[in-house]
C-alpha cells in the first residue's frame, strides 16, 4: 500500500498530465477529419442547405447505406461504378431536400408518432422495404404456410440474428433498412399532402375531349430555311446575345457549370495481349477434348466455373452456336472470341429433351430454413397416402391446395412450366423425372436442397418441344491489357499532357497528332458523371478548382486515361457565347434571321399557288389534322400551324399570315373544319379512362414541382473536395 500511494504523491500531476494530452490528440484529430473540423477552419459539409450543413460523414454513412441495400432489393445484382455514382448523386439530392422538407414539416405539424414507427416495421401492414426484406434469396418473413407477410416472424428473426450472422453483416443490412422506412415516411407523408390534392376539374376534361374530337383539314406550302443561301444571313455576337435575351427560359440555368475538352488515351490490349489467352487455350485444348472429368478440368482451367446446364438451338446464344451444337460427342470447337472472352466449349452429352414441361407436385417438406418441421418417416408415410388417394381417383388440385407445403404452387393446384434452362435450377431428382419422363407419369421422389427438403408427389401434365438437347462444357480466358499495355497508354497521356501546359498548345496538339477531341459540357459541382466519359467525380472536382484553359493532370479510369481542359466556367443565369457553343446557337439565329426574311419576302402573297412558285415550293395538303396532338401528319411538330388551324377566329378558305415554326416557314389555307362523332357511352368511357390518366400524371408531377420549387428557392452551397 505504501508503494502505490508513493506512486500516486510522486506521479499523480505527471499521470493527470498525459491523460489530459491524450484527450486533447484525440479531440484534435477528430476535429481534423470529422464533425469539429469546422472549429479549425475546414468546412465539412457537402453543401450547405440555407446554411443548415449536410455533413461529410452523414452524406458517406448515408451512401454505405445505400450500397449496403442495393444488393438486397435488386436480386443479388452488385453495383457497379456508373450505378454507385448514380446512387451518390441521388444520395446527396434525396438529402438536400429532406432537409427542405423538414423545415416545412416541422411548419405544418407533420411527423411520425411512436406509435407509427412501431407499425411500420413491425405491424400487419409494415412498410413494403420491411415485408420484402430478403436472407439469401428468400423472403424471411413469409409465413411457409400461408405465403403470407408475417409480422410475428420479425421479433424472433431479431432474436436470432447474432447467430445467423455471427459476422454482423445481417445486422447491418436489417438496421440500415429500419433506418431507411422511419427517417422517409415523414418526408413521404410530405410528399403524399401533395400528390393527394391534386383535382382534375371536370371544364378541363371537357375540353380535352372536345380537343381530341377537333378535325381539319388544310393545304399549305412551306419554304425551308435552307431555301435561303447561309451566306446570306450573317450572324455576329451581338445578335446571338439579342436572341438568347429573347429567349431567356431556354438559355438560362440555375446552376454554375463547367465544360471541358478532354482526350482519352485507351489502353486496348496488344498483339501480345491476344496471344496470350489463345496460346494458351490451344495447349490444353487436346486434353480437353480427352478428359473425362470434365467439371474439374473446367475449373482448375477456366475463369468461369462449370455449369452443369442444359441448352437447345432455341436457347444457346452464341455466334458459334451452329459449329458447337454440330460437333460430335467429346468434340472441342475454339479457341473462338466471344463477349470480351477466348473460349473453348466441348460438347459432352446430347438428347432428346422437351423445350419445355408442364407439372403438378404435392410437397411434404421435412425442413424448412435448416430447421426440422416433420419427421421424415411421418412425411413418407403423409405423401404416399396422398399418392394413393390420388391414384383411387381423389382430386391432384384439391389434394395440393389442401396439404402441400409449396406455397408458389399450392394455390395453382401444385402447377409449375420449366424450360430447358432451368433445368439445372431444380433439384436433380425433381428435374430428372419431368424431363427424362413422359407425359402421364407420376412418381414419388425425396428432395434435399434450402427451400423444398422433403418428398415431392409429382405428375407431368405435358411435354413440349421435344428436341436435341446439348450439355456444353465451356473454358474461358479473358482477354485484357498487362501492365506493360497500361503502362504505354499512361506513357501516352503522360506525354501529352506534360508538353502541352496551355489552352492554345493542347488545341494544336490534338490537330498535329490527329487526336479525337471530346466534349463533356454543363457539368455542374454536384455531378458525379460526365457525358461521353461516365463516373468522374475526381475530374468534376478538378474542374471546379481549375482555372479557364487550365490543362488538367492525367485522370485514371477504367481501362483508359484522360487530359482535359476546362473550355468554359458558366456562372447561373444568362448562357454565355463560347467557342464550343457558338456554332448551334449561330445555326438558331441563322434559322431565326431566315424565318424573318421569308416571312417579309412573301407577306403580301394573296394565293398559295404565288407563293409556292415564287419560293420553288409545291402546294401540299395535310389531312386529318387534330386539335389535341401536337404533331401533325406529314408536318412534324407545328403547334403554330396547328394553333392557326383551329383558331375560329381565321376563316377557311383564306391564306394565313407567314407562320414560323422550327425548320421553316408555314402559309396554310383551312379547307374545312369538323368534329368527330362519338357514340355517348364509348365518349363517356374514354373520358373516365383519360380522367384517370390526368389524375396520375399530375399527382405524379406534383411532387416533383414541389422538390423543384423548395429547391429553386433555396440557397445551396456545395464543397467540391468533399464529395
Known amino acids: 500500500m505504501a508503494v502505490i500511494q508513493k506512486i500516486r504523491t510522486k506521479y499523480g500531476k505527471l499521470a493527470g498530465g498525459i491523460i489530459a494530452l491524450a484527450l486533447v490528440g484525440f479531440i484534435l484529430m477528430d476535429a481534423a477529419s470529422g464533425r469539429f473540423g469546422d472549429l479549425f477552419g475546414r468546412n465539412t459539409s457537402v453543401a450547405k442547405v440555407n446554411g443548415d450543413k449536410i455533413d461529410v460523414r452523414d452524406y458517406s454513412l448515408r451512401v454505405k447505406e445505400i450500397e449496403t441495400l442495393y444488393p438486397l432489393y435488386s436480386r443479388g445484382k452488385t453495383m457497379d461504378d456508373a450505378t454507385r455514382a448514380q446512387m451518390s448523386e441521388e444520395t446527396l439530392k434525396q438529402m438536400i431536400y429532406e432537409t427542405l422538407a423538414k423545415k416545412q414539416c416541422e411548419k405544418l405539424g407533420i411527423g411520425t408518432t411512436k406509435e407509427e414507427e412501431k407499425d411500420l416495421v413491425y405491424g400487419q401492414n409494415a412498410d413494403p422495404m420491411i415485408q420484402q426484406f430478403q436472407l439469401q434469396g428468400t423472403n424471411i418473413f413469409m409465413n411457409q404456410e400461408t405465403g403470407q407477410f408475417d409480422p410475428q416472424i420479425i421479433k424472433e428473426f431479431e432474436k436470432q440474428i447474432s447467430k445467423i450472422d455471427p459476422s454482423g453483416k445481417v445486422q447491418e443490412q436489417w438496421d440500415y433498412v429500419k433506418a431507411y422506412v422511419l427517417r422517409n415516411h415523414t418526408i413521404n407523408k410530405f ?11 371536370q371544364f378541363l376534361l371537357k375540353q380535352t375531349a372536345t380537343d ?27 445578335d446571338i446575345k439579342a436572341f438568347m435575351q429573347k429567349h431567356a427560359a431556354s438559355f438560362s440555368d440555375d446552376n454554375d457549370t463547367r465544360s471541358i475538352d478532354f482526350v482519352s488515351f485507351d489502353v486496348k490490349p496488344s498483339k501480345e495481349d491476344t496471344a496470350r489467352p489463345l496460346d494458351a487455350l490451344k495447349q490444353i485444348k487436346s486434353d480437353f477434348a480427352a478428359t473425362k472429368d470434365n467439371e474439374n478440368f473446367v475449373n482448375n482451367k ?9 441448352v437447345n438451338k432455341r436457347t444457346f446464344m452464341s455466334s458459334a452456336s451452329d459449329s458447337i451444337l454440330s460437333l460430335p460427342l467429346n468434340g472441342v470447337y475454339g479457341p473462338y472470341f466471344e463477349n470480351n472472352f477466348y473460349k473453348l466449349t466441348k460438347l459432352i452429352e446430347k438428347k432428346d429433351m422437351p423445350d419445355s414441361v408442364k407439372c403438378r407436385h404435392i410437397l411434404i417438406r421435412t425442413k424448412a430454413q435448416g430447421k426440422d418441421v416433420l419427421p421424415d418417416s411421418v412425411a413418407k408415410q403423409r405423401i404416399d397416402s396422398i399418392a394413393t388417394a390420388i391414384k383411387n381417383g381423389a382430386d391432384f388440385s384439391a389434394l395440393a391446395a389442401k396439404y402441400s407445403d409449396d406455397p408458389g404452387s399450392s394455390k395453382k393446384g401444385g402447377e409449375y412450366t420449366f424450360s430447358v434452362p432451368q433445368r439445372t435450377s431444380l433439384s436433380k431428382e425433381f428435374s430428372d423425372f419431368i424431363f427424362d419422363g413422359k407425359t402421364g407419369e407420376k412418381k414419388t421422389v425425396h428432395v434435399e436442397n434450402d427451400n423444398y427438403t422433403g418428398y415431392h408427389y409429382i405428375e407431368i401434365l405435358d411435354q413440349k418441344g421435344m428436341a436435341p438437347a446439348y450439355q456444353l462444357a465451356t473454358i474461358t480466358k479473358s482477354l485484357y491489357p498487362d501492365q506493360n499495355t497500361v503502362n504505354a497508354a499512361f506513357a501516352k497521356a503522360s506525354a501529352f499532357a506534360g508538353k502541352n501546359t496551355t489552352a492554345q498548345a493542347f488545341d494544336d496538339a490534338i490537330k498535329k497528332e490527329n487526336l479525337s477531341k471530346r466534349i463533356g459540357e454543363s457539368v455542374k459541382v454536384n455531378d458525379f458523371t460526365i457525358q461521353g466519359i461516365g463516373p468522374a467525380r475526381e475530374i468534376i472536382r478538378w474542374m471546379y478548382e481549375a482555372k479557364l484553359g487550365e490543362i488538367s493532370p492525367v485522370f485514371t479510369l477504367d ?16 448562357m454565355a457565347i463560347t467557342a464550343t457553343n457558338r456554332p448551334q446557337l449561330e445555326a438558331m439565329v441563322k434559322a431565326d434571321k431566315k424565318g424573318e426574311y421569308l416571312m417579309n419576302k412573301y407577306k403580301s402573297a394573296t394565293s398559295l399557288e ?17 386539335l389535341g396532338a401536337s404533331f401533325a401528319p406529314n408536318l412534324g411538330f407545328v403547334p403554330k400551324v396547328i394553333g392557326y388551324t383551329f383558331d375560329p377566329s381565321f376563316a377557311t378558305n383564306k391564306v394565313s399570315p407567314p407562320i414560323k415554326e422550327q425548320e421553316g416557314v408555314f402559309f396554310i389555307m383551312v379547307n374545312n373544319r369538323w368534329n368527330k362523332t362519338t357514340d355517348p357511352k364509348a365518349l363517356e368511357s374514354a373520358m373516365a379512362q383519360q380522367k384517370m390518366i390526368m389524375e396520375m400524371q399530375m399527382r405524379n408531377g406534383g411532387t416533383q414541382a414541389i422538390q423543384d420549387a423548395l429547391l429553386k428557392g433555396a440557397s445551396i452551397k456545395y464543397t467540391p473536395n468533399n464529395l
Open 610 to 626: 404565288s407563293i409556292a412558285q415564287g419560293a420553288g415550293q409545291q402546294v401540299q395538303h395535310a389531312d386529318s389534322i387534330n
Open 212 to 238: 381530341q374530337g377537333s378535325m381539319a383539314n388544310i393545304t399549305y406550302v412551306k419554304i425551308p430555311y435552307s431555301s435561303v443561301n447561309d451566306n446570306e444571313v450573317k450572324v455576329t455576337d451581338d
Open 302 to 310: 477456366s475463369e468461369d466455373k462449370f455449369e452443369k446446364s442444359w
Open 559 to 574: 481501362n483508359r486515361f484522360v487530359v482535359a481542359k476546362l473550355a468554359s466556367i458558366q456562372e447561373k443565369g444568362l
Open 191 to 201: 410528399n403524399t399532402l401533395f400528390s393527394k390534392a391534386t383535382y382534375l376539374p
